[in-house]
């Protein structure tokens, strides 16, 4: 089964509404000494906070409950959902003491050997954008260009995002053609399990996803690609 499957079920759902896990995690992080992460992700901290940024979001740590919180328009909202909750504790709890970009992308269905989809059955992430946008490569351009993407030179439209500094996700989307259907990969460095668990990658995954359909004018107009 696909690790996409377990962050598309967890989409939308509050990260308080699992009670254990969310207890499980702040009190992993309760009473933190941040040097450690600080120095090997160079992050900002002062004397009650972590600070992180995820998809040019501003998290915090809180380093004495574990608890996190996110920058809104309103201030610092600790209502924040499961995938981007787990994203955020998984990085600071797996990065290794030296973790290493590679530079080599690989497909993020095939991670240190680890094949996590079965390719006889629709991942529950890609396959459904993938339909979404089917003749509407412009408008995904553009919901790119909004996200902060940087354009690679890769499939139709192609392009590289940060999720976190250290972690880079790359989307490459071929259109649909009269003997293909419109395909989506992800791409990510062959490393990056040095800073994530491989399961926790499809929480990013749906988050890049998500985050691009909000900015898309096929959400605004209600529009939607073939079925």
Same mark, same amino acid.
């Given at each position: 089964m696909s690790v996409n499957y377990h962050a598309c079920q967890s989409r939308g759902v509050l990260f308080s509404e699992y009670e254990k896990v969310c207890a499980q995690?702040?009190?992993?992080?309760?009473? +933190?000494?941040? @040097?450690?992460?600080?120095? $090997?992700? *160079? +992050?900002?901290?002062?004397?009650? /906070? +972590? =600070? $992180?940024?995820?998809?040019?979001? #501003?998290?915090? +740590?809180?380093?004495?409950?574990?608890?996190?919180?996110?920058?809104? @328009?309103?201030?610092?909202?600790?209502? #924040? /959902?499961?995938?981007?909750?787990?994203?955020? =504790? *998984? #990085?600071?709890?797996?990065?290794?003491? &030296?973790?290493?970009?590679?530079?080599?992308?690989? !497909?993020? *269905? !095939? $991670?240190?050997?680890?094949? !996590?989809?079965?390719?006889?059955?629709?991942?529950? &992430?890609?396959?459904?954008?993938?339909?979404? /946008?089917?003749? *509407?490569t412009g408008e995904l351009e553009e919901a790119c260009r909004k996200l902060g993407g940087e354009k690679i030179a890769q499939g139709d439209v192609g392009y590289e995002f940060e999720a976190f500094p250290c972690l880079h996700l790359r989307l490459v989307f071929w259109d649909a053609d009269e003997d293909f259907p419109a395909q989506v990969q992800i791409l990510v460095d062959q490393n990056v399990t040095d800073f994530l668990h491989y399961e926790t990658v499809g929480c990013v995954i749906s988050d890049l996803l998500e985050k691009l359909d909000a900015r898309c004018a096929l959400a605004e107009t209600g529009a939607d690609g073939a079925e």
């Open positions: 995690w702040r009190e992993t992080f309760a009473g +933190l000494d941040p @040097e450690r992460l600080a120095k $090997i992700l *160079h +992050l900002k901290r002062d004397t009650e /906070y +972590l =600070y $992180i940024e995820y998809f040019q979001t #501003l998290y915090r +740590l809180g380093l004495g409950d574990g608890s996190l919180e996110k920058k809104g @328009e309103d201030g610092w909202d600790s209502e #924040l /959902y499961f995938n981007e909750s787990m994203a955020v =504790y *998984h #990085l600071l709890y797996y990065t290794k003491d &030296l973790p290493v970009v590679s530079g080599k992308w690989v !497909s993020s *269905h !095939s $991670i240190d050997g680890v094949v !996590s989809r079965n390719p006889n059955v629709p991942d529950p &992430l890609l396959d459904p954008f993938a339909r979404r /946008y089917t003749g *509407h």
